[in-house]
């Protein structure tokens, strides 16, 4: 049985301690991109240490190494990632998303077209691949088209970024924090497209994208210049391609034997990562180890860690206190409730990790529906949407922001708040408008 929550409302030391290193580990993890996850894991030493040594504090036995290893962590979207980013890595290098981007861009009129067409195509990219190995993926053909258009590639590569962000929330494996929406409303991957007999998470996400290609279209108006054709180069192997279907295939169907999301998927989509890895090492052995030297282990370890701290926060009664001050804002007003949580989510993700704000807030979306009233998916759903678009403003709200960022640089060029915001704020309004209202449409 899931041990109760012990409602102290910040009063003994121990829950004390359990606000203190939260507000210090998510403090590093906002300021400093070097050693997250080792720091998260120093800090939930220390509350493991806190609750030994003040053992009468936690009598019910909330946060005991047996009750944060069985309720605290995920397992199965820890499982369902670390096979998604292997096979999504042996993806990239087959070179096959590269020949679809050549074809897309050898397709189009003018410069514009070619430009937009490159970040919706890294938006449905990152629907099933992580952000980061997106942008890496597609800024080679952001540069080309930049050179022979002697176009800039600032906005181009901010484009692309801000599209992988957006798409990024539309399935479940497109990004951690859909990942964690998935393990604690037990959603399987179709219920990321219908849920409960409603258009779900993934539909938003289109309507964000129509209207923020609109914004794409006014940014780049002017390059009307026709687009020479390109060189398209094949892909080492189709193999790959074969996987991303299984893996997709399995994810659907997962649901129908295990339709609380509690094993199956991560199980299974971790032994067909390691057949995918084994494949590589067999067929592509070079590449292969290259994938397991890159592989993202920390983010795995940074993950677990705030499953754990925000199960803390939760066990310690922090959670409802937070959700309890939401309520105080905004009575029993759904519509208000909803709208709270979007655009908050919006401003705090355009600075703060966007992993580790939506581990501990959603948990108060559920406490939120109870007080207030409500789906708790409706809520739930404004959070995503407010917290993976938000990203888009800064340059530090997001990793594929930073790593665009990043080869920018590389290239000589320098990227300011302004520079970015300027594309990334207009995207970002319209793109989390269009999403939200679209979710309280079908939700509310």
Known sequence: MTPQRILIKGKGLLSGIVLAVFILVYGCLCF?????AKVLWVGIGVLVAARYALAGQDAEGAFTLEAV??????????????????????????GVPLLVADLIVGHCRTTRLAIVSVCLFSGFISAFVDNVTTVLLVSPIALAISQRTLVSPVPILI???????????????????????AGAFRLSFNDFFV???????????????????????????????PMEPVEVVKPKTWVPVGFIAVMIA?????SRFDPDFRWLAGTGNLILGALAFAWGMVHEPEEAKRILRRYEFPTMFLLAGIFVLAYAMDRFGWVKAIADGIAGLVGTNKFAAYTLIVWISVLVSAFVDNIAYVALMLPVTKTLAATVGG?????????????????NITP??????????????????TVTFGQFARLGLPFTLVATTSAYLFVWL???
């Open 32 to 36: 400093s991109a070097r050693h997250r």
């Open 69 to 94: 290893a069985r309720h605290g962590i995920s397992w199965n979207v820890l499982g369902v990632l670390a096979g998604a980013m292997l096979i999504a890595d042996l993806f990239m290098a087959s």
């Open 159 to 181: 484009g692309i970024a801000v599209s992988a962000n957006l798409q990024g929330a539309a399935t479940l494996i497109g990004d951690p924090p859909s990942m964690l929406l």
């Open 195 to 225: 849920h409960a007999g409603r258009p779900s998470l993934f539909f938003a996400m289109q309507a964000g994208a129509a209207a923020s290609a609109v914004v794409l279209f006014l940014v780049f108006r002017r390059h009307r210049q």
């Open 250 to 254: 399995f994810l659907a169907s997962s």
């Open 375 to 391: 789906d708790a998916f409706l809520y739930a759903s404004g959070l995503l949407i407010g917290a993976c678009i938000g990203g």
């Open 396 to 413: 530090i709200g997001a990793s594929c922001n930073v790593v665009a960022v990043g080869v920018l640089r590389r290239q000589g060029h």
């Open 442 to 444: 079908f939700w509310s």
